[in-house]
Every structure is written in structure tokens, then in C-alpha cells.
């Protein structure tokens, strides 16, 4: 018979094999979705003029070459396009989930995949809600410990970074050092 200790190792061995896995599928949905929107705004790159940031420490940027019509369909295009990839990853995450000839340790892994991406999808959007009613529109992406921040806004000062870095890390519990706001007119 094995003894406690090896029993405890055993299941401390299980408990950061399935932490590992979660961190890892989370970190490949981050990529998804920062891939997709790397090819977005690289296919959009000759649009944008980008002005280096002045003497005051702000960040400044420009759409002067961007059609009229170009500059506000960023940020909507891109939560329809998101909100299509979340339902298609929770549609599979769901098929493995039910899938009878899964073992139970892949569904409970899918299971927990399911919970985190719910979990970063609620987030997302609290942190989008509330930089709304702060006057930004924005994009949020949690990955892990991380968070990435799109905001809709040519001009971005230290005051309003630290203003949107502080709504970040109180809803997704991540260390200022954590968090990357970019801004995009």
C-alpha cells in the first residue's frame, strides 16, 4: 500500500498538471485573439499615421489618412468578431464536455477551461463597461496574470493611464506591471 506522502505528492502532482493546462489553453485563446487583432490592424496599416509622444509623456496617435467612415468600426467590428470566436470556443469546449467517449479527466479539464473563459469574458466586459462610463471606449483581452487594454482615443496622458490601469486591476485582480493599454484613434 502507497504511503500518505506519495498520496499527497500524487494528487499535488494532478493539481499542477491541471493548472498548467488551464494556464496553457488560456494563454493560446490570449494569442487567438491578439493574432486576430494584430491582422486586423496590420491589414489597416497604412491608414494610420503614428505621431511619436510629446515632451508631456503622452502617448499620441493619428488616423489622418483614415477614410471618414474607417475611424469608429475598429472597435465594433472587433467585439462582433470576438464575440464569434468566444461562442465557437465555447461550442467545442461544450462538445468535449458532453462527449461520452472522453475520459473524465479531459472533460473535467474542459470543464475548467469552460469556467475560466467565462470568468475572462465577464471580466472583459466590466472592464469595458466601466472605462465606457469613464468615456473610453475600449478593448480588454485577459490572459492569465495579464491584461491588454485597447482604447479608443488619439491622446493618451499619464493621468488617464493610471485611470484605466487602476479599473483593470481591481476587476481582474492583476499587478499594474501586468497591464499594456494601447491607444488607438
Request: glycine content about 6%; charged content about 30%; proline content about 4%.
Amino acid at each position: 500500500m502507497k504511503s500518505p506522502s506519495v498520496l499527497e505528492s500524487l494528487e499535488k502532482s494532478k493539481e499542477m498538471t491541471k493548472k498548467a493546462r488551464r494556464e496553457i489553453w488560456q494563454t493560446l485563446s490570449f494569442l487567438l485573439i491578439l493574432a486576430l487583432l494584430l491582422y486586423y490592424v496590420s491589414s489597416r496599416k497604412p491608414e494610420f499615421f503614428y505621431e511619436p509622444a510629446g515632451k508631456t509623456g503622452s502617448i499620441t496617435t493619428s488616423a489622418q489618412n483614415a477614410p471618414e467612415g474607417a475611424k469608429g468600426d475598429f472597435f465594433a467590428e472587433f467585439k462582433i468578431s470576438r464575440e464569434k470566436i468566444q461562442k465557437e470556443q465555447m461550442d467545442l469546449i461544450k462538445k468535449v464536455m458532453e462527449d461520452e467517449k472522453a475520459s473524465p479527466s479531459v472533460r473535467e479539464e474542459a470543464h475548467l477551461h469552460y469556467l475560466a473563459l467565462v470568468d475572462a469574458m465577464g471580466k472583459e466586459l466590466k472592464i469595458e463597461g466601466i472605462l465606457k462610463a469613464k468615456g473610453w471606449d475600449s478593448l480588454a483581452f485577459l490572459s492569465g496574470d495579464s491584461c491588454t487594454v485597447v482604447v479608443k482615443t488619439s491622446k493618451l496622458n499619464e493621468t488617464d493611464a493610471a485611470a484605466i490601469g487602476d479599473v483593470v486591476r481591481r476587476i481582474a485582480k492583476v499587478g499594474l506591471q501586468n497591464i499594456t493599454i494601447i491607444p488607438a484613434p
